[in-house]
């Protein structure tokens, strides 16, 4: 089955940072394009970062919002997506999603709360 599996998250206050992780079965992550998105509640989804697949040259983009502060990385040793999001702000208080689009696989939703 198709499945990505998150971990990390949690309450931080502002300027501090987290790294979100996820884990990809039955997929191989470096072969795809992974996408990072969040929600913040009663709003709809925003996406956040994409990574190619080596086909694509493994590019990187990020929503202008986060440019500079979040890096998208791929351990493809362990098959995991990363998320490392530095000088967090209240505004990144989302649930976050790493998800591959065409699969249809999302993973189950990391809470980031920034707050003082």
């Known amino acids: 089955e198709v499945q990505v599996v998150q971990s990390g998250g949690g309450s931080v206050q502002p300027g501090e940072s987290l790294r979100l992780s996820c884990v990809a079965s039955?997929?191989?992550?470096?072969?795809?394009?992974m996408n990072w998105v969040r929600q913040v509640a009663g709003k709809g989804l925003q996406w956040v970062a994409r990574?190619?697949?080596?086909?694509?040259?493994?590019?990187?983009t990020y929503a202008d919002s986060v440019k500079g502060r979040f890096t998208i990385s791929r351990d493809s040793a362990r098959n995991t997506l990363h998320l490392q999001m530095n000088n967090l702000k209240p505004e990144d208080s989302a649930v976050y999603y790493c998800?591959?689009?065409?699969?249809?696989?999302w993973g189950q939703g990391t809470r980031v709360t920034v707050s003082s």
């Open positions: 990574i190619g697949g080596n086909n694509r040259g493994s590019r990187i």
């Open positions: 998800v591959h689009f065409s699969l249809g696989a």
């Open positions: 039955e997929f191989t992550l470096s072969t795809v394009t």
